[in-house]
Protein backbone atom coordinates (compact mmCIF):
# COMPACT_ATOMS: atom_id res chain seq x y z
CA UNK A 1 0.00 0.00 0.00
CA UNK A 2 1.48 3.25 -0.94
CA UNK A 3 2.41 5.27 2.48
CA UNK A 4 3.26 8.74 0.83
CA UNK A 5 0.70 10.58 -0.99
CA UNK A 6 1.19 14.27 -2.75
CA UNK A 7 -1.72 16.89 -3.45
CA UNK A 8 -1.56 20.18 -4.04
CA UNK A 9 -4.45 20.02 -1.56
CA UNK A 10 -5.54 18.25 1.48
CA UNK A 11 -8.98 18.56 3.16
CA UNK A 12 -9.19 17.03 6.45
CA UNK A 13 -13.09 17.00 6.76
CA UNK A 14 -15.92 16.01 4.20
CA UNK A 15 -19.00 18.18 6.11
CA UNK A 16 -20.34 20.87 4.18
CA UNK A 17 -17.62 23.53 4.90
CA UNK A 18 -14.82 20.43 3.43
CA UNK A 19 -17.42 19.48 0.70
CA UNK A 20 -17.72 23.31 -0.48
CA UNK A 21 -14.33 23.75 -0.22
CA UNK A 22 -13.28 21.38 -2.51
CA UNK A 23 -15.73 21.87 -5.09
CA UNK A 24 -14.88 25.75 -5.13
CA UNK A 25 -10.72 25.04 -5.76
CA UNK A 26 -9.81 25.62 -9.37
CA UNK A 27 -9.68 21.74 -11.51
CA UNK A 28 -6.11 22.28 -11.95
CA UNK A 29 -5.65 21.48 -8.39
CA UNK A 30 -5.62 17.55 -7.66
CA UNK A 31 -7.55 17.55 -3.96
CA UNK A 32 -7.43 15.02 -1.55
CA UNK A 33 -10.59 15.05 0.56
CA UNK A 34 -10.54 13.04 3.96
CA UNK A 35 -13.34 11.66 5.71
CA UNK A 36 -13.07 9.74 9.17
CA UNK A 37 -15.59 7.63 8.38
CA UNK A 38 -18.37 7.61 5.84
CA UNK A 39 -19.09 10.41 3.79
CA UNK A 40 -22.78 10.68 5.45
CA UNK A 41 -21.12 10.12 8.79
CA UNK A 42 -20.71 13.97 9.99
CA UNK A 43 -22.40 16.36 11.55
CA UNK A 44 -23.69 18.21 8.80
CA UNK A 45 -25.67 14.94 7.59
CA UNK A 46 -27.56 15.31 10.89
CA UNK A 47 -28.45 18.87 10.27
CA UNK A 48 -31.92 19.33 10.65
CA UNK A 49 -33.37 23.11 11.03
CA UNK A 50 -31.78 24.82 7.92
CA UNK A 51 -29.44 27.78 6.59
CA UNK A 52 -30.05 31.39 7.91
CA UNK A 53 -30.05 33.80 4.74
CA UNK A 54 -31.86 36.33 3.98
CA UNK A 55 -34.64 35.62 1.19
CA UNK A 56 -37.52 37.50 1.96
CA UNK A 57 -38.40 41.07 0.65
CA UNK A 58 -39.75 42.15 4.05
CA UNK A 59 -36.00 40.81 6.02
CA UNK A 60 -32.64 42.71 5.42
CA UNK A 61 -28.99 42.21 5.97
CA UNK A 62 -28.84 44.38 8.55
CA UNK A 63 -31.60 42.80 10.64
CA UNK A 64 -29.70 39.57 10.39
CA UNK A 65 -26.76 41.16 11.64
CA UNK A 66 -28.23 42.88 14.23
CA UNK A 67 -29.76 39.53 15.28
CA UNK A 68 -26.49 37.75 15.41
CA UNK A 69 -25.04 40.83 17.35
CA UNK A 70 -27.47 40.34 19.49
CA UNK A 71 -27.15 36.47 20.30
CA UNK A 72 -23.28 36.87 20.77
CA UNK A 73 -23.65 38.94 23.43
CA UNK A 74 -21.23 41.61 22.37
CA UNK A 75 -18.40 39.31 21.32
CA UNK A 76 -18.92 38.78 18.23
CA UNK A 77 -16.51 40.38 15.54
CA UNK A 78 -18.97 42.55 13.66
CA UNK A 79 -16.47 42.29 10.18
CA UNK A 80 -16.67 38.70 10.44
CA UNK A 81 -20.54 38.63 11.23
CA UNK A 82 -21.51 40.93 8.19
CA UNK A 83 -18.74 38.96 6.06
CA UNK A 84 -20.88 35.92 7.00
CA UNK A 85 -24.42 38.04 6.66
CA UNK A 86 -23.64 39.70 3.18
CA UNK A 87 -22.55 36.99 1.56
CA UNK A 88 -25.21 34.34 2.86
CA UNK A 89 -27.72 34.40 -0.08
CA UNK A 90 -24.68 34.32 -2.78
CA UNK A 91 -23.86 31.39 -1.37
CA UNK A 92 -26.79 29.48 -0.55
CA UNK A 93 -27.95 30.43 -4.33
CA UNK A 94 -24.49 28.40 -5.41
CA UNK A 95 -25.92 25.65 -3.51
CA UNK A 96 -28.88 25.29 -5.17
CA UNK A 97 -27.21 25.61 -8.33
CA UNK A 98 -25.49 22.37 -7.31
CA UNK A 99 -29.18 20.96 -7.15
CA UNK A 100 -29.96 21.13 -3.57
CA UNK A 101 -33.83 21.34 -3.21
CA UNK A 102 -35.11 23.66 -0.66
CA UNK A 103 -38.84 23.42 0.89
CA UNK A 104 -41.03 26.01 -1.14
CA UNK A 105 -44.42 27.48 0.07
CA UNK A 106 -47.52 25.80 -1.30
CA UNK A 107 -47.59 28.34 -3.72
CA UNK A 108 -44.11 26.63 -5.49
CA UNK A 109 -42.86 30.08 -6.47
CA UNK A 110 -41.03 31.03 -2.95
CA UNK A 111 -39.20 28.77 -0.24
CA UNK A 112 -40.43 28.16 2.40
CA UNK A 113 -38.54 30.04 5.54
CA UNK A 114 -38.99 29.41 9.38
CA UNK A 115 -37.59 31.15 12.46
CA UNK A 116 -36.06 29.94 15.09
CA UNK A 117 -34.41 31.76 18.33
CA UNK A 118 -32.98 34.59 18.26
CA UNK A 119 -34.09 35.73 14.42
CA UNK A 120 -36.24 38.15 14.05
CA UNK A 121 -37.61 37.02 11.08
CA UNK A 122 -38.45 33.87 9.03
CA UNK A 123 -35.24 33.55 7.11
CA UNK A 124 -34.23 29.73 7.78
CA UNK A 125 -34.10 28.01 4.58
CA UNK A 126 -34.63 24.63 4.66
CA UNK A 127 -35.27 20.67 2.88
CA UNK A 128 -38.49 19.80 5.57
CA UNK A 129 -36.17 18.56 8.56
CA UNK A 130 -33.37 17.42 7.26
CA UNK A 131 -31.90 20.10 5.62
CA UNK A 132 -28.19 18.58 6.46
CA UNK A 133 -28.49 15.34 4.54
CA UNK A 134 -29.95 17.31 1.26
CA UNK A 135 -27.45 19.79 0.99
CA UNK A 136 -24.67 16.94 1.61
CA UNK A 137 -25.62 14.27 -0.33
CA UNK A 138 -25.86 16.80 -2.95
CA UNK A 139 -22.45 18.15 -2.73
CA UNK A 140 -20.87 14.66 -2.16
CA UNK A 141 -22.70 13.71 -5.62
CA UNK A 142 -20.86 17.04 -6.78
CA UNK A 143 -17.81 15.55 -5.49
CA UNK A 144 -17.24 12.03 -6.58
CA UNK A 145 -17.83 13.40 -10.15
CA UNK A 146 -15.27 15.92 -9.96
CA UNK A 147 -12.30 14.40 -11.65
CA UNK A 148 -9.62 16.06 -9.19
CA UNK A 149 -10.68 15.10 -6.39
CA UNK A 150 -9.84 11.91 -4.19
CA UNK A 151 -11.91 10.86 -1.97
CA UNK A 152 -10.05 8.84 0.95
CA UNK A 153 -12.85 7.53 3.67
CA UNK A 154 -12.16 5.88 7.15
CA UNK A 155 -9.59 7.64 7.74
CA UNK A 156 -7.98 9.24 11.05
CA UNK A 157 -5.40 12.30 11.31
CA UNK A 158 -3.00 11.79 13.69
CA UNK A 159 -1.06 14.67 13.38
CA UNK A 160 -0.01 17.72 11.12
CA UNK A 161 3.66 17.86 9.48
CA UNK A 162 5.61 21.42 9.47
CA UNK A 163 8.83 22.32 7.90
CA UNK A 164 10.79 25.89 8.15
CA UNK A 165 9.48 28.01 4.77
CA UNK A 166 12.94 29.06 3.56
CA UNK A 167 11.63 32.50 1.99
CA UNK A 168 9.64 33.88 4.80
CA UNK A 169 11.59 31.93 7.60
CA UNK A 170 7.98 31.03 8.85
CA UNK A 171 6.64 27.88 10.02
CA UNK A 172 4.33 25.99 7.23
CA UNK A 173 2.03 23.29 7.62
CA UNK A 174 3.35 20.39 4.78
CA UNK A 175 0.43 17.61 5.26
CA UNK A 176 -0.74 15.03 7.74
CA UNK A 177 -0.07 11.35 8.94
CA UNK A 178 -3.61 9.71 8.47
CA UNK A 179 -4.24 6.33 10.20
CA UNK A 180 -6.43 4.09 7.66
CA UNK A 181 -9.15 2.93 10.25
CA UNK A 182 -9.40 -0.18 8.13
CA UNK A 183 -5.88 -2.00 7.69
CA UNK A 184 -3.97 -0.04 10.41
CA UNK A 185 -1.26 1.53 8.36
CA UNK A 186 -0.27 5.10 8.74
CA UNK A 187 0.07 7.06 5.63
CA UNK A 188 1.75 10.54 4.98
CA UNK A 189 -0.12 13.11 2.80
CA UNK A 190 1.71 15.90 1.35
CA UNK A 191 0.45 18.93 0.35
CA UNK A 192 1.08 22.87 -0.76
CA UNK A 193 -2.43 23.69 1.50
CA UNK A 194 -3.88 22.06 3.57
CA UNK A 195 -7.88 22.68 4.99
CA UNK A 196 -9.24 21.67 8.25
CA UNK A 197 -12.68 21.03 8.20
CA UNK A 198 -12.98 18.55 11.24
CA UNK A 199 -15.80 19.57 13.02
CA UNK A 200 -16.09 20.60 16.91
CA UNK A 201 -15.27 18.99 20.11
CA UNK A 202 -18.72 18.27 21.55
CA UNK A 203 -18.01 14.32 22.09
CA UNK A 204 -15.87 16.06 25.40
CA UNK A 205 -19.18 15.78 27.12
CA UNK A 206 -21.65 13.28 28.43
CA UNK A 207 -24.69 13.75 26.84
CA UNK A 208 -24.29 15.53 22.89
CA UNK A 209 -26.29 15.69 19.83
CA UNK A 210 -22.92 15.09 17.65
CA UNK A 211 -21.53 11.68 15.87
CA UNK A 212 -18.56 10.10 17.44
CA UNK A 213 -16.13 11.73 14.70
CA UNK A 214 -16.84 15.49 17.27
CA UNK A 215 -13.33 14.89 18.92
CA UNK A 216 -11.71 18.10 18.48
CA UNK A 217 -8.80 16.50 16.01
CA UNK A 218 -8.19 19.51 14.04
CA UNK A 219 -8.26 22.23 17.34
CA UNK A 220 -5.84 19.78 18.94
CA UNK A 221 -3.72 18.93 15.80
CA UNK A 222 -3.73 22.72 15.42
CA UNK A 223 -2.50 23.95 18.67
CA UNK A 224 0.07 20.83 19.00
CA UNK A 225 1.91 22.28 15.84
CA UNK A 226 1.57 26.45 17.44
CA UNK A 227 -1.24 27.71 16.21
CA UNK A 228 -3.83 30.18 18.97
CA UNK A 229 -7.55 29.10 19.61
CA UNK A 230 -10.09 31.07 21.31
CA UNK A 231 -13.38 31.07 23.24
CA UNK A 232 -13.86 27.39 23.88
CA UNK A 233 -15.45 28.41 27.01
CA UNK A 234 -18.52 28.71 24.70
CA UNK A 235 -20.00 25.05 24.21
CA UNK A 236 -23.80 25.35 23.22
CA UNK A 237 -26.10 22.63 24.17
CA UNK A 238 -29.10 22.02 22.39
CA UNK A 239 -31.88 22.48 24.60
CA UNK A 240 -33.65 19.21 23.53
CA UNK A 241 -32.54 16.28 22.63
CA UNK A 242 -34.36 13.18 22.77
CA UNK A 243 -34.24 11.49 26.02
CA UNK A 244 -34.68 7.56 25.66
CA UNK A 245 -32.16 5.10 27.26
CA UNK A 246 -32.38 3.62 23.37
CA UNK A 247 -31.40 6.59 21.92
CA UNK A 248 -27.87 7.63 21.45
CA UNK A 249 -27.98 11.53 19.92
CA UNK A 250 -30.86 12.48 18.46
CA UNK A 251 -31.44 16.11 18.01
CA UNK A 252 -34.89 17.49 18.42
CA UNK A 253 -35.02 20.79 15.74
CA UNK A 254 -35.37 23.93 17.22
CA UNK A 255 -37.33 24.38 14.32
CA UNK A 256 -40.35 22.40 16.60
CA UNK A 257 -40.45 25.46 18.38
CA UNK A 258 -39.93 27.65 16.01
CA UNK A 259 -43.42 26.25 14.57
CA UNK A 260 -45.35 26.81 17.73
CA UNK A 261 -44.18 23.32 20.26
CA UNK A 262 -44.29 24.61 23.59
CA UNK A 263 -41.71 23.35 26.44
CA UNK A 264 -43.58 21.48 29.73
CA UNK A 265 -43.00 20.64 32.92
CA UNK A 266 -43.90 16.66 33.82
CA UNK A 267 -47.34 18.02 35.35
CA UNK A 268 -47.97 19.66 31.74
CA UNK A 269 -47.62 23.23 33.08
CA UNK A 270 -45.25 25.65 30.59
CA UNK A 271 -42.11 27.40 32.38
CA UNK A 272 -40.20 29.15 29.66
CA UNK A 273 -42.12 32.70 30.30
CA UNK A 274 -40.28 33.14 33.64
CA UNK A 275 -37.02 32.59 32.16
CA UNK A 276 -37.75 35.26 28.95
CA UNK A 277 -40.13 37.55 27.81
CA UNK A 278 -39.55 35.49 24.07
CA UNK A 279 -40.57 32.34 25.93
CA UNK A 280 -39.99 29.22 23.89
CA UNK A 281 -37.92 31.40 21.01
CA UNK A 282 -35.63 32.38 23.65
CA UNK A 283 -31.77 32.03 22.54
CA UNK A 284 -30.64 28.07 23.06
CA UNK A 285 -28.42 29.12 26.18
CA UNK A 286 -31.44 30.36 28.00
CA UNK A 287 -33.30 27.52 27.18
CA UNK A 288 -30.87 25.05 27.84
CA UNK A 289 -30.18 26.74 31.37
CA UNK A 290 -33.74 26.96 31.94
CA UNK A 291 -34.03 23.33 31.41
CA UNK A 292 -31.08 22.01 32.97
CA UNK A 293 -32.98 24.49 36.32
CA UNK A 294 -36.05 23.12 36.49
CA UNK A 295 -34.66 19.24 36.15
CA UNK A 296 -32.63 20.09 38.93
CA UNK A 297 -34.85 21.75 41.05
CA UNK A 298 -37.72 18.56 40.64
CA UNK A 299 -35.35 16.08 40.88
CA UNK A 300 -36.85 15.14 36.90
CA UNK A 301 -34.34 13.22 34.46
CA UNK A 302 -35.85 15.50 31.65
CA UNK A 303 -38.87 17.53 30.46
CA UNK A 304 -41.34 17.20 27.35
CA UNK A 305 -41.34 18.95 24.12
CA UNK A 306 -45.04 19.38 22.98
CA UNK A 307 -46.09 20.03 19.50
CA UNK A 308 -49.28 17.57 19.64
CA UNK A 309 -51.72 20.81 19.71
CA UNK A 310 -50.77 21.63 15.88
CA UNK A 311 -53.20 19.04 13.23
CA UNK A 312 -51.01 15.84 12.54
CA UNK A 313 -50.79 16.59 9.03
CA UNK A 314 -48.91 19.88 9.30
CA UNK A 315 -46.55 17.75 11.87
CA UNK A 316 -45.73 14.95 9.87
CA UNK A 317 -45.73 17.58 6.54
CA UNK A 318 -42.80 19.66 8.25
CA UNK A 319 -41.25 16.84 10.71
CA UNK A 320 -40.89 14.06 9.02
CA UNK A 321 -37.72 12.82 10.26
CA UNK A 322 -38.15 13.85 13.94
CA UNK A 323 -41.97 12.00 13.44
CA UNK A 324 -39.94 8.92 12.30
CA UNK A 325 -36.85 8.94 14.64
CA UNK A 326 -39.44 9.62 17.57
CA UNK A 327 -42.10 6.70 16.46
CA UNK A 328 -38.96 4.17 16.48
CA UNK A 329 -38.95 4.67 20.12
CA UNK A 330 -42.21 4.70 20.65
CA UNK A 331 -43.32 8.02 21.02
CA UNK A 332 -45.87 9.52 18.20
CA UNK A 333 -45.25 13.31 18.08
CA UNK A 334 -48.82 13.86 16.96
CA UNK A 335 -50.54 12.83 20.19
CA UNK A 336 -47.56 12.19 22.61
CA UNK A 337 -45.01 14.98 24.64
CA UNK A 338 -41.36 14.15 23.51
CA UNK A 339 -39.14 13.89 26.31
CA UNK A 340 -35.81 16.18 25.90
CA UNK A 341 -32.55 16.93 27.70
CA UNK A 342 -29.98 19.75 27.07
CA UNK A 343 -26.78 18.13 24.94
CA UNK A 344 -23.43 19.49 24.03
CA UNK A 345 -24.21 20.65 20.32
CA UNK A 346 -22.02 22.96 19.21
CA UNK A 347 -18.07 24.53 19.70
CA UNK A 348 -18.54 27.96 19.42
CA UNK A 349 -15.04 28.63 19.71
CA UNK A 350 -11.55 27.46 17.76
CA UNK A 351 -8.66 27.78 15.27
CA UNK A 352 -7.94 31.91 15.14
CA UNK A 353 -8.23 32.49 11.53
CA UNK A 354 -8.63 35.51 9.34
CA UNK A 355 -11.34 35.97 6.38
CA UNK A 356 -9.65 33.42 4.25
CA UNK A 357 -9.78 30.44 6.91
CA UNK A 358 -5.75 31.51 7.22
CA UNK A 359 -4.62 29.87 10.48
CA UNK A 360 -1.14 31.34 12.73
CA UNK A 361 0.70 28.64 10.28
CA UNK A 362 1.54 29.09 6.89
CA UNK A 363 -1.07 27.10 4.10
CA UNK A 364 -3.01 25.78 6.76
CA UNK A 365 -6.50 26.91 6.67
CA UNK A 366 -9.58 26.26 9.15
CA UNK A 367 -12.80 26.56 8.54
CA UNK A 368 -16.37 25.86 9.66
CA UNK A 369 -16.79 24.72 13.56
CA UNK A 370 -13.39 23.88 13.99
CA UNK A 371 -12.84 27.50 13.70
CA UNK A 372 -12.78 30.56 15.30
CA UNK A 373 -13.99 33.37 12.74
CA UNK A 374 -15.45 35.65 15.76
CA UNK A 375 -19.23 35.21 14.13
CA UNK A 376 -20.64 33.26 17.06
CA UNK A 377 -19.50 35.43 19.73
CA UNK A 378 -20.23 34.16 22.59
CA UNK A 379 -23.47 32.46 21.87
CA UNK A 380 -23.92 30.63 18.63
CA UNK A 381 -27.36 31.88 16.67
CA UNK A 382 -30.02 29.17 15.14
CA UNK A 383 -28.52 27.84 11.80
CA UNK A 384 -26.38 30.88 11.45
CA UNK A 385 -23.35 27.55 11.13
CA UNK A 386 -23.78 25.91 7.65
CA UNK A 387 -24.13 29.24 6.41
CA UNK A 388 -20.50 30.14 7.70
CA UNK A 389 -19.30 26.64 6.73
CA UNK A 390 -20.27 27.94 2.77
CA UNK A 391 -19.11 31.59 2.93
CA UNK A 392 -15.54 30.94 4.31
CA UNK A 393 -15.45 27.63 2.30
CA UNK A 394 -15.59 29.82 -0.37
CA UNK A 395 -12.91 32.76 0.51
CA UNK A 396 -10.78 30.21 1.29
CA UNK A 397 -10.99 28.61 -2.04
CA UNK A 398 -10.42 31.66 -3.50
CA UNK A 399 -7.13 32.35 -1.17
CA UNK A 400 -5.44 28.69 -2.22
CA UNK A 401 -6.69 29.45 -5.59
CA UNK A 402 -4.82 32.99 -5.91
CA UNK A 403 -1.87 31.34 -3.88
CA UNK A 404 -1.11 27.92 -5.59
CA UNK A 405 1.19 28.60 -8.57
CA UNK A 406 3.75 29.76 -5.97
CA UNK A 407 3.66 27.29 -3.10
CA UNK A 408 7.19 25.07 -3.88
CA UNK A 409 6.22 21.72 -2.85
CA UNK A 410 7.22 20.27 0.47
CA UNK A 411 10.34 18.87 1.72
CA UNK A 412 11.15 15.22 2.35
CA UNK A 413 8.81 14.49 5.52
CA UNK A 414 9.77 10.46 6.95
CA UNK A 415 7.29 8.27 6.70
CA UNK A 416 5.39 6.96 10.11
CA UNK A 417 7.79 5.28 12.63
CA UNK A 418 5.75 2.72 14.72
CA UNK A 419 9.05 0.47 15.12
CA UNK A 420 9.30 0.94 18.54
CA UNK A 421 5.62 0.36 19.64
CA UNK A 422 3.50 -2.52 20.33
CA UNK A 423 -0.18 -3.46 20.24
CA UNK A 424 -2.08 -2.93 23.08
CA UNK A 425 -3.55 -5.82 24.87
CA UNK A 426 -5.45 -3.42 27.21
CA UNK A 427 -7.85 -1.21 25.17
CA UNK A 428 -10.16 -0.75 28.67
CA UNK A 429 -7.67 1.66 29.52
CA UNK A 430 -9.31 3.58 26.78
CA UNK A 431 -12.27 3.21 27.23
CA UNK A 432 -12.05 4.01 31.14
CA UNK A 433 -10.44 7.35 30.21
CA UNK A 434 -12.73 8.10 27.71
CA UNK A 435 -15.57 7.66 30.07
CA UNK A 436 -13.97 9.37 32.87
CA UNK A 437 -13.31 12.75 31.09
CA UNK A 438 -17.02 12.91 29.46
CA UNK A 439 -18.07 12.54 32.78
CA UNK A 440 -16.10 15.20 34.73
CA UNK A 441 -16.75 17.05 31.86
CA UNK A 442 -20.39 17.19 32.03
CA UNK A 443 -20.38 17.60 36.07
CA UNK A 444 -17.88 20.48 35.90
CA UNK A 445 -17.32 22.15 32.90
CA UNK A 446 -21.28 21.55 31.79
CA UNK A 447 -24.15 24.62 31.45
CA UNK A 448 -23.20 25.60 34.56
CA UNK A 449 -20.09 26.18 36.51
CA UNK A 450 -18.10 27.05 39.43
CA UNK A 451 -14.38 27.79 40.12
CA UNK A 452 -14.20 24.74 42.33
CA UNK A 453 -16.08 22.61 39.46
CA UNK A 454 -13.53 23.76 37.11
CA UNK A 455 -10.57 23.23 39.73
CA UNK A 456 -12.02 19.66 40.05
CA UNK A 457 -11.69 19.54 36.43
CA UNK A 458 -8.34 20.38 35.94
CA UNK A 459 -6.74 18.66 38.35
CA UNK A 460 -8.66 15.20 36.54
CA UNK A 461 -7.73 16.18 33.60
CA UNK A 462 -4.12 16.70 34.21
CA UNK A 463 -3.80 13.34 35.41
CA UNK A 464 -5.28 11.56 32.21
CA UNK A 465 -3.11 13.49 29.95
CA UNK A 466 -0.40 12.22 31.69
CA UNK A 467 -1.47 8.43 31.63
CA UNK A 468 -2.88 9.18 27.44
CA UNK A 469 0.56 10.46 26.49
CA UNK A 470 2.10 7.21 28.23
CA UNK A 471 0.25 5.17 26.35
CA UNK A 472 0.18 6.96 23.14
CA UNK A 473 4.25 6.59 23.54
CA UNK A 474 4.06 2.96 24.01
CA UNK A 475 1.37 1.90 21.83
CA UNK A 476 0.76 1.75 18.66
CA UNK A 477 -2.13 4.08 17.42
CA UNK A 478 -5.83 3.50 16.76
CA UNK A 479 -9.04 5.50 16.41
CA UNK A 480 -10.08 5.54 20.06
CA UNK A 481 -6.71 6.41 21.36
CA UNK A 482 -6.25 9.21 18.56
CA UNK A 483 -9.85 10.82 19.41
CA UNK A 484 -8.87 9.92 23.39
CA UNK A 485 -6.20 11.92 22.68
CA UNK A 486 -7.37 15.08 20.96
CA UNK A 487 -10.34 15.56 22.95
CA UNK A 488 -8.23 15.51 26.59
CA UNK A 489 -6.03 18.20 24.74
CA UNK A 490 -9.73 20.40 24.03
CA UNK A 491 -11.10 19.93 26.94
CA UNK A 492 -8.02 21.39 29.00
CA UNK A 493 -8.23 24.18 26.56
CA UNK A 494 -12.11 24.46 27.43
CA UNK A 495 -11.06 24.35 31.20
CA UNK A 496 -8.34 27.11 30.50
CA UNK A 497 -10.63 29.27 28.89
CA UNK A 498 -13.70 28.40 31.23
CA UNK A 499 -11.32 29.55 34.41
CA UNK A 500 -9.96 32.84 32.57
CA UNK A 501 -13.67 34.30 31.84
CA UNK A 502 -14.88 35.56 35.45
CA UNK A 503 -17.99 36.70 34.23
CA UNK A 504 -21.01 35.02 33.16
CA UNK A 505 -21.69 35.69 29.14
CA UNK A 506 -23.21 34.09 26.58
CA UNK A 507 -22.93 30.10 27.02
CA UNK A 508 -20.43 30.31 29.87
CA UNK A 509 -22.42 30.73 33.21
CA UNK A 510 -20.60 30.65 36.53
CA UNK A 511 -22.51 30.84 39.99
CA UNK A 512 -18.98 32.55 41.25
CA UNK A 513 -19.37 35.59 38.25
CA UNK A 514 -23.13 35.87 37.91
CA UNK A 515 -22.76 39.76 36.17
CA UNK A 516 -21.53 40.20 32.82
CA UNK A 517 -18.31 42.45 32.99
CA UNK A 518 -18.48 45.66 31.39
CA UNK A 519 -15.78 44.48 28.63
CA UNK A 520 -16.26 41.91 26.78
CA UNK A 521 -13.12 40.51 25.61
CA UNK A 522 -12.22 37.31 23.80
CA UNK A 523 -10.20 34.61 25.54
CA UNK A 524 -7.19 33.78 23.66
CA UNK A 525 -4.88 30.61 24.44
CA UNK A 526 -1.69 30.83 22.71
CA UNK A 527 0.67 27.41 22.78
CA UNK A 528 4.32 27.92 23.74
CA UNK A 529 5.55 26.80 20.28
CA UNK A 530 3.35 29.85 18.48
CA UNK A 531 3.54 29.82 14.49
CA UNK A 532 3.82 34.13 15.22
CA UNK A 533 2.26 34.70 12.26
CA UNK A 534 1.33 38.16 11.27
CA UNK A 535 -1.73 37.19 8.95
CA UNK A 536 -4.86 37.58 11.50
CA UNK A 537 -5.16 41.21 12.89
CA UNK A 538 -6.98 40.14 16.30
CA UNK A 539 -9.70 43.22 16.52
CA UNK A 540 -11.50 43.04 19.80
CA UNK A 541 -15.16 43.30 20.24
CA UNK A 542 -16.72 46.50 21.28
CA UNK A 543 -17.10 47.13 24.78
CA UNK A 544 -20.51 45.43 26.09
CA UNK A 545 -23.64 48.44 26.85
Avoid at 36 to 57: N, P, R, T
Avoid at 136 to 150: E, K, R
Avoid at 248 to 265: D, H, Y
Avoid at 302 to 316: E, M, Q, R, V
Wanted: a negative charge.
Amino acid sequence: MKQTHLYDVLIIGSGVAGLTLALQLDKTLRVALISKASMQAGASWLAQGGIAAVFDENDSSDAHIADTLVAGAGLCHEDAVRLVVENGPEAVNWLIDQGVNFTRDSDQEHYHLTQEGGHSHRRILHTADATGKEVTSTLVDQVAAASNIDIFDHQCAVDLTTQADNNSRKIRCTGAYLLNIKTGVVSLFQAKSVVLASGGASKAYLYTSNPDGASGDGLAMAWRRGCRVANLEFNQFHPTCLYHPKAKSLLITEALRGEGALLRLPDGSRFMDKFHADAELAPRDVVARAIDHEMKRLGSDCLYLDISHKPADFIIEHFPTVYKNCLEFGIDITTDQIPVVPAAHYTCGGIMVNDNGQTDLLNLYAIGEAAFTGLHGANRMASNSLLECLVYAQSAARAINQLSEGINEPDFIPNWDESRVSSSDENVVISHNWDELRRFMWDYVGIVRTDKRLQRAQHRIKLLQSEIQEYYSNCKVTRDLLELRNLATVSELIIRCAMQRKESRGLHYTLDYPKVSAIARDTIMVPINFAGQDVIIHRDPPDAE
